[in-house]
C-alpha cells in the first residue's frame, strides 16, 4: 500500500510571498487531514476533509490560508501571503472511515519563511 | 487548560530500563487514545493506539488508559538506544474523529 505523498519536501519564501503545497492520500482513504507542526510543539489541525467537504476548519487562519480537495482525492493547501510565524511542517495524513483507527502521516514539507 | 498535556522532558532513561510517558486530557467524552512516535526530523509514525480502560500490549510497548482520571500513559519495556524520540500523545476530542495531540516527550535511552 503507497503511503501518503506530499510535495514539495522543502520550500523557502520570502514574507508576503504566496506558497501551495499538495497531497495525496492512501487510496480509499475517505478523511484528509492538514496539520501545522511548529518546532517544538506537536502538530495542530488546520482542517479536515471527509471525501470533498470540510468538517473542521475552525484552526485554518482563514484571512491567508485556504485548502481544497477537488474529487475527494488530492488536496492542495495554500498560504498567500505568507508570514515569518508560518514557517513550520505542513503535514498530510489521511484515515479511511469514521472509527479512527489512526492517521497515517506523509513526510511533510518544511516551510522556511525568511 | 490544554487539550493534551504532556511532560516536555528530556526523560533519559538506561538502555535496558522501563521508559514511562504520561498524557492527560481535559475533554472527557474523547474515546479514542492514540501514542505517535517522531524521530527528528521526520514525520509521527503511529505506534499503539487504546480505547478501553486498562492495558494494552504490543511487543515491548504497553498502552495504560484510565478514563476517569483522564489519563493515557505508555511504557517502552527494554528500552533502546533507538527508541530515542519524541513521543506524541493524541486524543480524539470534539466528538469526532480528529487528532489534538500533545507537545510531545523527548526521550532519550543512554548506553
Known amino acids: 500500500e503507497a503511503g501518503v505523498a506530499q510535495s514539495p519536501r522543502y520550500k523557502i519564501i520570502e514574507k508576503r510571498q504566496s506558497v501551495a503545497f499538495w497531497c495525496n492520500p492512501i487510496?480509499?482513504?475517505?478523511?484528509l487531514y492538514w496539520y501545522q507542526q511548529i518546532l517544538g510543539q506537536g502538530p495542530k489541525l488546520l482542517i479536515q476533509?471527509?471525501?470533498?467537504?470540510?468538517?473542521?476548519d475552525s484552526q485554518l487562519p482563514k484571512d491567508r490560508f485556504s485548502a481544497e480537495r477537488l474529487k475527494g482525492v488530492d488536496s492542495t493547501l495554500k498560504i498567500q501571503p505568507a508570514k515569518l510565524e508560518d514557517s513550520a511542517v505542513y503535514l498530510c495524513?489521511?484515515?479511511?472511515?469514521?472509527?479512527?483507527?489512526?492517521?497515517?502521516f506523509g513526510s511533510g514539507t518544511r516551510l522556511t519563511v525568511v | 487548560q490544554k487539550e493534551v498535556e504532556q511532560n516536555s522532558g528530556p526523560l533519559s532513561v538506561p538502555e535496558g530500563a522501563i521508559a514511562s510517558l504520561n498524557c492527560t486530557y481535559s475533554?472527557?467524552?474523547?474515546?479514542?487514545f492514540f501514542w505517535y512516535r517522531q524521530y527528528s526530523g521526520k514525520s509521527p509514525e503511529l505506534i499503539m493506539f487504546?480505547?478501553?480502560?486498562g492495558d494494552k500490549e504490543d511487543g515491548r510497548f504497553t498502552a495504560q488508559l484510565n478514563k476517569a482520571s483522564q489519563y493515557v500513559s505508555l511504557l517502552i519495556r527494554d528500552s533502546q538506544p533507538s527508541d530515542s524520540a519524541t513521543y506524541l500523545c493524541?486524543?480524539?476530542?470534539?466528538?469526532?474523529?480528529?487528532?489534538?495531540f500533545g507537545t510531545g516527550t523527548q526521550l532519550k535511552v543512554e548506553l
Open positions: 487504546i480505547y478501553s480502560n
Open positions: 495524513a489521511s484515515s479511511f472511515g469514521d472509527r479512527n483507527y489512526g492517521y497515517t
Open positions: 475533554d472527557r467524552g474523547s474515546q479514542s
Open positions: 493524541a486524543v480524539t476530542t470534539g466528538g469526532g474523529n480528529k487528532l489534538t
Open positions: 476533509f471527509q471525501n470533498n467537504g470540510v468538517v473542521d
Open positions: 487510496s480509499g482513504h475517505a478523511t
